[in-house]
Nanobody
Framework: VQLQASGGGLVQAGGSLRLSCAAS????????MGWFRQAPGKEREFVAG????????FYGDSVKGRFTISRDNAKNTVYLQMNSLRPEDTAVYFC?????????????????????WGQGTLVTVSS
């Protein structure tokens, strides 16, 4: 499976963006997908995740209430709706998938639990 992220760009603080991550290739069988981000000089940070079958969602503390992750089963695509953006949301956003097996309870926020990664898309929030 290949993951293609899109939707990044430049937005003013308080604005919104929607990121998309489309999975393509052989039969889609991911059990979970997630978004992570990495700002210059900082470690990678979990943003949001979703279990594919149940639709259960998980969020990083810094984005709760502002970001929403969703999925479109028919399109094998996951979305990240980002509202009330702040300058500190500026980062490269990566989508990831777990193709083999399930991510155990409590592991959705851990990058090493995902085995497939897409290229990043840059989000820049100006003040």
């Amino acid at each position: 499976v290949q993951l293609q992220a899109s939707g990044g760009g430049l937005v003013q603080a308080g604005g919104s963006l929607r990121l998309s991550c489309a999975a393509s290739g052989r039969t889609f069988s991911s059990s979970a997908m997630g978004w992570f981000r990495q700002a210059p000089g900082k470690e990678r940070e979990f943003v949001a995740g979703i279990r594919w079958n149940s639709g259960s969602t998980f969020y990083g503390d810094s984005v709760k209430g502002r970001f929403t992750i969703s999925r479109d089963n028919a399109k094998n695509t996951v979305y990240l709706q980002m509202n009330s953006l702040r300058p500190e949301d500026t980062a490269v956003y990566f989508c990831a998938a777990r193709e083999r097996g399930l991510i155990p309870s409590g592991g959705m926020k851990t990058g090493s639990m995902y085995d497939t990664w897409g290229q990043g898309t840059l989000v820049t929030v100006s003040s």
